[in-house]
């Protein structure tokens, strides 16, 4: 269960990482815009593969929208709830 927090935290940091590059780049125009890593991305094509989130999982994961943070324990409980979905 913890690989998939992790995997969480990961992506946000990246996340956040990513959008603090392009207000860099493109808001404040204090870097120039690195287009080749974003075409290097584009030929060699996507690293994961995404998997589509089903109405089920989405009417599960809408109890998380109504917290204004990140309520661990809450999420602790829901992924339960996916965990079980994805097994049916």
Partial sequence: ????FNNI????DLGVARLQEILRQDVYK???N????RQLDKQTGP???HRVT???EKK???D???YDTFPEDKATEILKQLQEQSND
Avoid at 1 to 4: E, F, K, Q, W, Y
Avoid at 34 to 37: C, D, L, R
Wanted: hydrophobic letters at 35%; one cysteine or more; charged letters at 20%.
């Fill in 60 to 62: 599960i994961l809408e």
């Fill in 54 to 56: 089903n109405d089920n």
């Fill in 9 to 12: 935290y990961v992506c946000y």
């Fill in 30 to 32: 204090i870097e120039n």
């Fill in 47 to 49: 690293k994961h593969q």
């Fill in 64 to 66: 998380l929208l109504k």
């Fill in 34 to 37: 690195n287009v080749n890593a």
């Fill in 1 to 4: 269960m913890s690989t998939g």
